[in-house]
């Protein structure tokens, strides 16, 4: 299984947004995000697609194959 890499942490901190902020957004607890955030799980599909919507990216804006 590829591993991914994730700029999710780059793009909080640079929009200056809480991971609490994506969490009640989703309906999340705090800690999913912060788990995907510190590439502690990977996010499902689904959540990562939600995640993608919510900041108004696409996906592979967020992840991408890490090589």
């Known amino acids: 299984m590829k591993k991914l890499n ?3 942490e780059a ?11 994506i969490a009640e ?3 999340v607890r705090p800690s999913t995000i ?3 955030v510190q590439n502690k799980s990977v996010p499902s599909l689904a ?3 939600a995640v ?6 696409k996906i ?3 992840w991408t194959e890490r090589i």
């Open 6 to 8: 994730s700029n999710l």
């Open 25 to 27: 957004k989703l309906n």
């Open 47 to 49: 959540l990562a697609l």
């Open 34 to 36: 912060s788990d995907i």
């Open 60 to 62: 592979e804006d967020i």
């Open 11 to 21: 793009i909080i901190k640079s929009r200056g947004i809480k991971q609490k902020w």
């Open 52 to 57: 993608a919507r919510v900041l108004d990216l």
